[in-house]
């Protein structure tokens, strides 16, 4: 079967950093997307990984690695409003989007 | 703004009694989707259309059932909800379906409670 795996929860401090590690195992590869939702709300997009590498936008940088199955996201210099869950999510080889859980995240003053 | 309307926000109602959720967006996408989130879970697919071909997920009970009358407006009607259908449905877009950055716009999503 298809698989997205992440943390159910992460804390950390207003300031800091925090990576939010996702793990994969779907049928082909076409694309992963981080994906942000906050309490009761829709998600809206983060970022996109299709090659290998770091992807750098702002605060936010997603990084894969395909042969690992493995990519993270990484959030700099934490706001109390990045507060959310973080939805990790792949498209497989028949173009369906797999989605994670998400991570909660809760900043701390 | 170009953007995803979903009504109502919110809909109470009663076991068995029939609900329709309407979702209308400004994007001129081809691509609408129904999702079907409860608390602390992923989304789950139900079904989506490309312009008029719908595309139903296999696993999508027939209690649920879409429409999709033009290019701008689609429903999600629940025939029969049970309490098991209390959650949030999310409706989206997306200008085409599979390869590329092909983002999903969402709206703001219907809560459904099931009394």
């Known amino acids: 079967g298809q698989n997205i795996d992440q943390p159910t929860e992460m804390t950390a401090t207003e300031g800091a950093i925090v990576q939010i590690n996702c793990t994969y195992q779907?049928?082909?590869?076409?694309?992963l997307f981080w994906y942000q939702q906050h309490a009761g709300e829709a998600p809206t997009f983060l970022s996109y990984?299709?090659l290998d590498g770091l992807e750098e936008k702002g605060r936010f940088s997603s990084f894969l690695s395909r042969s690992k199955g493995y990519s993270y996201l990484l959030l700099k210099e934490l706001q109390m409003k990045d507060s959310a869950s973080y939805l990790c999510?792949?498209?497989?080889?028949?173009?369906?989007?797999?989605w994670g859980a998400g991570t909660k995240l809760i900043i701390k003053p | 703004d170009a953007m995803v309307i979903q009504n109502p926000r919110y809909q109470v109602t009663q076991f068995g009694k029939p609900v329709t959720l309407s979702c209308s967006q400004t994007?001129?996408?081809?691509?609408m989707y129904w999702y079907q989130q409860k608390s602390s879970q992923a989304p789950k697919l139900l079904f989506h259309?490309?312009?008029?071909?719908?595309?139903n997920e296999a696993d999508t009970p027939d209690n649920f059932q879409s429409r999709r009358p033009n290019t701008s407006f689609c429903f999600l009607d629940i025939r029969s909800p049970g309490l098991g259908d209390a959650a949030m449905y999310l409706c989206?877009?997306?200008?085409?379906?599979?390869?590329?950055?092909?983002?999903?716009?969402f709206g703001a999503g219907s809560r459904l409670t099931v009394l």
């Open positions: 259309y490309y312009d008029k071909d719908f595309n």
């Open positions: 779907t049928s082909g590869f076409n694309g």
């Open positions: 990984n299709v």
């Open positions: 999510a792949v498209r497989d080889s028949n173009y369906q989007l797999i």
């Open positions: 994007l001129n996408h081809n691509v």
């Open positions: 989206a877009t997306s200008l085409r379906y599979g390869s590329g950055a092909n983002v999903l716009t």
